[in-house]
């Protein structure tokens, strides 16, 4: 009886562990279970370099949303960005692709415009303007290319 006693205590620690790591690995690793209030729009770049599905999008350094996918159209990269429904956009808004720090990790910012028309789900943001790409300068001043 002790025996049985005990090892149903172990189990219901160990079964509320997993519960507590698999909750953590959801909010740590900001994964979606169930996508929330969202809607999508495109932007196409000329070069989309470190931007990968899941980077964020942010606009005034605040969170608003995610990239959801990066295609090849002709020579162009179109991600496709799911933006929080709270947030407004404009068809003169300008997508950016940024770096954290000197070597910190790309992320995608907005520039909202205020002139424009509402941005509809499926739009696409015109305005683009493609990440610094430290090799290539770093390579073009080695050359003797650099203006």
Do not use: W
């Amino acid at each position: 009886m002790e025996k049985t006693k005990l090892e149903m205590v172990v189990g219901v620690f160990v079964l509320v562990g997993l519960l507590c790591l698999a909750y953590l690995s959801v909010k740590l690793g900001k994964l979606e279970l169930v996508s929330g209030d969202v809607y999508e729009v495109e932007a196409q770049f000329n070069s989309a370099s470190g931007i990968k599905p899941g980077s964020t999008i942010e606009i005034a350094g605040v969170e608003v949303g995610r990239v959801r996918g990066i295609t090849l159209i002709e020579d162009r990269a179109k991600v496709t960005l799911a933006v929080s429904n709270t947030v407004k956009l404009y068809t003169d808004t300008i997508a950016s692709i940024k770096t954290r720090g000197i070597i910190g990790e790309k992320f995608l910012a907005l520039t909202p415009g205020g002139g424009g028309d509402r941005l509809k789900p499926g739009g696409t943001i015109r305005d683009t303007e493609s990440g610094l790409d430290l090799e290539e300068l770093v390579s073009q001043y080695v050359h003797g290319k650099v203006n």
